[in-house]
């Protein structure tokens, strides 16, 4: 396990030398995010019986900075190691395709809870929030940011340059994420596009966070659980099986 951890420790202390971009940064951006929709929507929208706007959106927007930041993690870490020249001191040690997979994945998960639980201290103060299934946001919030770390490896893995990340990122990513009910509740929406938005597996992970807090949520929890784990499960095959495959690292 020695080289899992030395990955692993890393990976966390590459982000956490520039913690100013790579944590405090979401942060000041989720507060925009809450200043401006929350103050400009609080008296007009309510999305669930007896839950303010504003209260409604700090854990979309939780989840949003975790899932963001997990991804940006793994995905740029690979990129950057593939420029620079120096992933070959991480290919020449004899780690396995699974600590190499565990080191990067398990880093982007440290850096998303982190931001998550940053944007939650500094806008959990402008919304009545309650906690009526705790064990749910955390599991969801486990989980999301699994996945997304496990996209960013692959992304990581796909990209030669960081233009090549970057419409992995703009085209997929943060239209998935914006489009996954962090600002709605997809109950406002038209059947047809109630329909789409059920074919986005982001809109699972903040759907079922967001009933950690409210107990109410758009789909059952049981059912997200269930989606999200499938996803992560293919995901991860195809991550590892990438890693082990040496695609696109060892050419």
Request: include cysteine; charged fraction near 10%.
């Amino acid at each position: 396990m020695v080289g899992f951890q030395t990955l692993f420790y890393k990976e966390v202390l590459r982000f956490w030398k520039v913690a100013t971009q790579t944590i405090g940064a979401p942060i000041l951006t989720a507060m925009l995010y809450l200043l401006i929709f929350g103050h400009t929507l609080k008296d007009h929208v309510e999305v669930y019986p007896g839950v303010q706007y504003t209260a409604f959106l700090i854990p979309g927007l939780v989840m949003m900075s975790v899932l963001q930041n997990a991804f940006a993690n793994t995905s740029s870490s690979l990129t950057q190691s593939k420029m620079t020249g120096n992933l070959v001191f991480v290919l020449l040690p004899p780690l396995s395709h699974w600590e190499l997979y565990g080191g990067y994945v398990l880093a982007a998960v440290v850096r998303g809870l982190m931001v998550g639980l940053g944007v939650f201290v500094i806008t959990a103060w402008f919304g009545n929030l309650s906690f009526v299934a705790p064990w749910w946001i955390v599991i969801f919030a486990f989980l999301g940011a699994a996945l997304l770390g496990t996209m960013g490896l692959i992304a990581g893995i796909w990209a030669d340059k960081f233009d090549q990340l970057a419409v992995f990122q703009n085209f997929l990513i943060m239209p998935l994420t914006f489009l996954a009910g962090v600002f709605y509740s997809i109950k406002s929406l038209p059947p047809f596009w109630q329909a789409v938005s059920h074919l986005n597996p982001f809109f699972y992970m903040i759907d079922g966070f967001r009933y950690g807090f409210f107990g109410q949520s758009d789909v059952n929890p049981l059912v997200s659980l269930a989606i999200i784990c499938i996803a992560l499960a293919l995901l991860s095959t195809l991550a590892v099986q990438m890693l082990r495959r040496g695609y696109k690292l060892r050419h």
